[in-house]
């Protein structure tokens, strides 16, 4: 599935899931997905940092400074997640933004087991 297919299905999904109107779904997707992008390249930062792990030749040190720097992008990751809740803020309501993270979630889950179910 391209990354757009995927999209347009969370859209969807969220959008149905949060019961976001046509108005809010249009401000506040592009905010989204800006945070899903960023939280992407942090996440692909710290698999790089693990492959390079995966050396059997490196010293403590290197290795410390793996550890570190994919814990550094953890805790990014938090404080983007913290920053861009205050974006949603001035486009949905809590209570929208609650129901967003708990669709999110079960849109995971549900792609994972559709993806499990293909041979």
Same mark, same amino acid.
């Given at each position: ?9 969370? *859209?969807?999904? /969220?959008?149905? #899931?949060?019961?976001?109107? =046509?108005? %809010?779904? !249009?401000? &506040? ?38 550890? *570190?720097?994919? /814990?550094?992008? #953890?805790?990014?990751?938090? =404080?983007? %997640?913290? !920053?861009? &809740? ?34």
């Amino acid at each position: 599935m391209s990354q757009e297919e995927f999209r347009q299905k969370q *859209t969807a999904f /969220l959008t149905e #899931r949060a019961g976001l109107t =046509k108005e %809010e779904a !249009a401000k &506040f997707f592009p905010v989204y997905y800006e945070l899903q992008d960023k939280k992407k390249a942090l996440n692909d930062q710290a698999w790089a940092k693990m492959r390079k792990g995966k050396h059997e030749d490196l010293t403590e040190a290197q290795y410390e400074s793996i550890i *570190t720097s994919i /814990l550094n992008n #953890r805790i990014a990751s938090d =404080k983007l %997640e913290k !920053a861009y &809740f205050l974006k949603f803020k001035t486009i949905l309501s809590c209570e929208k933004i609650f129901k967003v993270q708990g669709a999110e979630m079960r849109f995971h889950r549900e792609l994972l087991k559709e993806l499990g179910r293909k041979p």
